[in-house]
């Protein structure tokens, strides 16, 4: 792992973190984890992207406080903190593993550097595994045109372990990168449901995504940008997932990575198309952007930081009870009645 990764990781809003593993921030300080506390002790230095606890003196910066949390060790933090905010770490190695055909899935060359000529031809056939089947049309309840438009595709890995394999393509529709989600279950706390699990990781320890060195997943479906027509509305979501659902719900949409962190190459690309102009596209298409916040503080979070780079985002509020918009378009499915189609 690079030095540059590690400050990478440490640079991460130390309260956002915080809140990612479950604790509840306010007017920065929280109550401390690490003994009983009844008082909110651990205080968090915004300034210095620090926290401390007065009365049992734990304290660091966000390696630190996954470490303590989770009890990982410093490499397992670090990977934890990667997959939590879709921040890609080059120490990741690829594995040979076949994909229909018996063709590799993924290069087996050591740290090879991202090259799209080996990745393209997975994707011009996409191949869903019943795992992946039952992830997207059963569990996530997506429109299968939704999958078909966005290339998803699927392998397993030489241990057996199921993959879903997504592209990212610039506006011109150019593979420039590629995020492989583990389909396994996740592994949760003690008497916990899977969902409740604050570590991220699945069965077996591994990590939840993995990404060939040289990917660069920044904001997803650009492609779409070039389908906008003059008052078109563009929906903003946070991660794959919920812009999966968004389109299925017949929204044209794009997603960031993280609610903690917004790139300022993101940020450049955002402001190349606000004020419901996009000027490499045309002026004056009129186009309204939308976003739908997930029900949490990071979520908050990252609407205030769209805000400033689109002054004319409009918000739309999630129902209580649904955590992000998978969970509303998983609602509305369901309210609808509408019949799982694969």
């Known amino acids: 792992m690079e030095k540059y990764e590690i400050e990478k990781l440490r640079d991460l809003p130390i309260e956002g973190v915080a809140e990612r593993l479950g604790l509840r921030v306010s007017r920065h300080k929280a109550l401390c984890p690490f003994h009983d506390d009844h008082h909110a002790s651990l205080s968090f230095k915004v300034s210095k992207n620090t926290f401390r606890c007065f009365v049992c003196d734990a304290k660091g910066g966000t390696i630190d406080l996954v470490m303590r949390f989770l009890n990982k060790d410093f490499r397992e933090a670090c990977r934890w903190l990667a997959d939590e905010h879709n921040i890609i770490l080059d120490e990741w190695k690829c594995t040979p593993a076949l994909g229909p055909k018996g063709r590799f899935a993924c290069e087996p060359t050591p740290l090879c550097t991202f090259d799209a000529t080996r990745y393209e031809w997975f994707f011009e056939r996409p191949w869903l595994s019943p795992d992946a089947r039952r992830f997207l049309f059963e569990e996530r309840r997506l429109d299968p045109r939704v999958v078909r438009w966005c290339r998803l595709t699927s392998w ?90 968004l389109l299925s719900a017949g929204h044209k949409a794009i997603a960031i990575p993280s609610a ?44 205030l930081q769209l805000q400033q780079v689109l002054p004319g985002l409009v918000r739309h509020h999630l129902p209580p009870g649904c955590k992000d918009y998978s969970d509303y378009y998983l609602r509305l499915r369901q309210s609808s009645g509408q019949p799982t189609t694969t």
């Open 260 to 303: 903690t962190l917004l790139t300022k190459k993101d940020r450049e690309l955002l402001r190349s198309f606000s004020d419901s102009k996009l000027p490499s596209l045309g002026e004056g298409l009129g186009v309204g952007f939308h976003m739908y916040p997930d029900n949490d503080v990071p979520g908050e979070r990252l609407f």
């Open 156 to 245: 397993k890995d030489r241990e057996g372990v199921p993959w879903l394999q997504i592209p990212y393509y610039d506006r011109e529709g150019k593979l420039v990168g590629v995020q492989n989600r583990n389909l396994t279950p996740s592994k949760p706390p003690r008497g916990e449901a899977l969902s409740h699990s604050p570590s991220g990781e699945t069965e077996g320890g591994l990590p939840r995504f993995r990404f060939p060195k040289g990917s660069e997943c920044g904001i997803y479906n650009l492609p779409v940008l070039n389908r906008l027509k003059p008052g078109d509305e563009l929906y903003i979501a946070e991660g794959a997932s919920d812009c999966w659902s």
